[in-house]
């Protein structure tokens, strides 16, 4: 199995310089922060990278051993970010609210970066610029006109978001106060999204969804890498669990309404009253008191253990003491936790849409239809039920998980598929690369008009 470098790999030849622009990029924090600092920091083993990052996280660098100046630039954009950080605070919406409010301090982030970087740029001292972060689709990139123009190839993305609400979900949609998801699509009408896609040597799309927003016109332009990886020095932690006894079921997340916690303890209910299964809620979030007072109300609250927030550095060991690993978000962009749970060889219970679809398959762990709350619910009891008659089909794709994880989505990994990608945006290879990743539907959408 092909596990990332195109066959057509030239270990003899110059490793490409790159400015990586990762406004959110930080090696203590976890979500995108973590996901912008791993990548640019994988993307050192196969490149001459300078990583230009948001000042917030200089001291968190530093301590991870890259010297100011010579591998990091931190850019000072305080003056607009901090108070519109404040802002987003205590606006009445989620998750897409708070990118709309973010978007005036990113562009004043990249200005920055110009007045910075620009005379480097034209001057060729750089071959690529890539922007790894922000990932939101919605946030356009002044820089990529700039370099179009410099002669330097401009790499964009990873890009995921977009994933429709499920339309059954309405209810936890406005429980997130995610007013703006109704017109998100007129997204696309921000000053800068058609120029940056136009300028843009390449667009790394990290979903199906993402992908499927992509006009016809630039998608000769798209590689297809998912946004999550797994670094070895973090995770490391094998599954652990001998068999017999209650089903260890563990999840790990906010604990919101798209996540799902509260279903998965009404799914499990019945096991837990008949002493068949045991239910691990790792997370902190709004729903956690009322949960708590749930699993008092059923009567199971001695079966059920609520951790509460973990340091990321223990959630593996949390993982490895599971059978299985239950996750029924309804909107889930890229799937950090189903594949967490398969890095440390733990089967991923997954509603199959949006990222944990794309990363959990039939045989590496269970895919469940994405219907009403209340189909939803009772496939997952239904689920859990037999499999606490048959942990032969846990075993089966345990091992199989775990290959999966670290075959396809390392860190390491990624880095040669992106340098597959500076490859191709400079010449150095004639063909567009594709990494054979087994996802129904995304060569068919990638196919060159």
């Given at each position: 199995?092909r596990?990332?470098?195109?066959?057509?790999?030239?270990?003899?030849a110059?490793?490409?310089?790159?400015?990586?622009?990762?406004?959110?990029?930080?090696?203590?924090?976890?979500?995108?922060?973590?996901?912008?600092?791993?990548?640019a920091?994988?993307l050192?083993?196969?490149?001459d990278?300078?990583?230009?990052?948001q000042?917030?996280?200089?001291?968190?660098?530093?301590?991870?051993?890259?010297?100011?100046?010579?591998d990091?630039?931190?850019?000072?954009?305080?003056?607009?970010?901090r108070?519109?950080?404040?802002?987003?605070?205590?606006?009445?919406?989620?998750?897409?609210t708070?990118?709309?409010?973010?978007?005036?301090?990113?562009?004043?982030?990249?200005?920055?970066?110009?007045?910075?970087?620009?005379?480097?740029?034209?001057?060729?001292?750089?071959?690529?610029?890539?922007?790894?972060?922000?990932?939101?689709?919605?946030?356009?990139?002044?820089?990529?006109?700039?370099?179009?123009?410099?002669?330097?190839?401009?790499?964009?993305?990873?890009?995921?978001?977009?994933?429709?609400?499920?339309?059954?979900?309405d209810?936890?949609?406005?429980?997130?106060?995610?007013?703006?998801?109704?017109?998100?699509?007129?997204?696309?009408?921000?000053?800068?999204y058609?120029?940056?896609?136009?300028?843009?040597?390449?667009?790394?799309?990290?979903?199906?969804?993402?992908?499927?927003?992509?006009?016809?016109?630039?998608?000769?332009?798209?590689?297809?890498?998912?946004?999550?990886?797994?670094?070895?020095?973090?995770?490391?932690?094998?599954?652990?669990?001998?068999?017999?006894?209650?089903?260890?079921?563990?999840?790990?997340?906010?604990?919101?309404?798209?996540?799902?916690?509260?279903?998965?303890?009404?799914?499990?209910?019945?096991?837990?009253?008949?002493?068949?299964?045991?239910?691990?809620?790792?997370?902190?979030?709004?729903?956690?008191?009322?949960m708590?007072?749930?699993?008092?109300?059923?009567?199971?609250?001695?079966?059920v253990?609520?951790?509460?927030?973990?340091?990321?550095?223990?959630?593996?060991?949390?993982?490895?003491?599971?059978?299985?690993?239950?996750?029924?978000?309804?909107?889930?962009?890229?799937?950090?936790?189903?594949?967490?749970?398969?890095?440390?060889?733990?089967?991923?219970?997954?509603?199959?849409?949006?990222?944990?679809?794309?990363?959990?398959?039939?045989?590496?762990?269970?895919?469940?239809?994405?219907?009403?709350?209340?189909?939803?619910?009772?496939?997952?009891?239904?689920?859990?039920?037999?499999?606490?008659?048959?942990?032969?089909?846990?075993?089966?794709?345990?091992?199989?998980?775990?290959?999966?994880?670290?075959?396809?989505f390392?860190?390491?990994?990624?880095?040669?598929?992106?340098?597959?990608?500076?490859?191709?945006?400079?010449?150095?290879?004639?063909?567009?690369?594709?990494?054979?990743?087994?996802f129904?539907?995304?060569?068919?959408?990638?196919?060159?008009?």
């Amino acid at each position: 199995m092909r596990t990332g470098t195109d066959p057509g790999t030239t270990a003899s030849a110059p490793r490409p310089r790159v400015l990586v622009i990762a406004e959110a990029a930080n090696p203590e924090w976890q979500s995108v922060p973590l996901v912008g600092w791993s990548h640019a920091d994988a993307l050192r083993e196969v490149a001459d990278v300078h990583l230009v990052t948001q000042v917030r996280n200089r001291d968190a660098i530093v301590r991870a051993g890259l010297v100011e100046g010579r591998d990091f630039t931190a850019i000072d954009s305080e003056r607009v970010a901090r108070p519109l950080w404040h802002l987003t605070r205590l606006l009445p919406g989620g998750w897409t609210t708070s990118m709309a409010a973010y978007l005036p301090a990113y562009l004043y982030f990249e200005r920055l970066v110009w007045r910075r970087f620009g005379a480097d740029i034209r001057a060729g001292r750089y071959d690529v610029v890539h922007r790894l972060t922000p990932l939101s689709p919605t946030v356009p990139s002044p820089i990529a006109a700039r370099c179009r123009k410099a002669g330097v190839p401009f790499v964009l993305g990873p890009l995921n978001g977009g994933l429709p609400w499920p339309r059954n979900f309405d209810q936890e949609r406005r429980r997130e106060r995610e007013w703006l998801s109704y017109v998100r699509g007129a997204y696309k009408l921000v000053p800068g999204y058609r120029r940056t896609r136009e300028n843009a040597a390449a667009i790394v799309v990290a979903s199906r969804a993402t992908l499927e927003q992509v006009p016809e016109r630039w998608r000769s332009k798209c590689v297809y890498i998912p946004e999550n990886g797994l670094d070895e020095r973090r995770f490391h932690a094998r599954r652990e669990r001998p068999g017999g006894g209650p089903l260890a079921i563990v999840f790990v997340g906010r604990l919101v309404p798209y996540k799902g916690p509260d279903l998965l303890l009404e799914a499990v209910d019945p096991l837990l009253r008949e002493d068949r299964a045991r239910l691990t809620i790792v997370g902190d979030g709004p729903l956690l008191a009322s949960m708590r007072a749930a699993a008092s109300e059923r009567g199971v609250q001695d079966k059920v253990r609520f951790t509460g927030w973990v340091d990321h550095q223990q959630v593996q060991h949390l993982l490895a003491a599971a059978d299985v690993f239950a996750f029924p978000s309804i909107r889930e962009f890229g799937g950090a936790a189903p594949l967490e749970a398969m890095a440390v060889g733990v089967p991923a219970i997954v509603v199959d849409y949006g990222g944990p679809g794309e990363i959990v398959t039939e045989d590496t762990g269970w895919l469940l239809p994405l219907g009403t709350r209340a189909n939803l619910a009772a496939g997952l009891r239904a689920l859990l039920t037999s499999l606490c008659a048959d942990r032969d089909a846990i075993e089966r794709r345990a091992q199989a998980a775990l290959q999966r994880a670290w075959n396809w989505f390392a860190w390491r990994v990624k880095a040669r598929q992106t340098l597959e990608v500076y490859r191709w945006v400079l010449g150095r290879r004639p063909d567009r690369p594709e990494f054979g990743m087994p996802f129904a539907g995304v060569g068919t959408a990638l196919a060159r008009p």
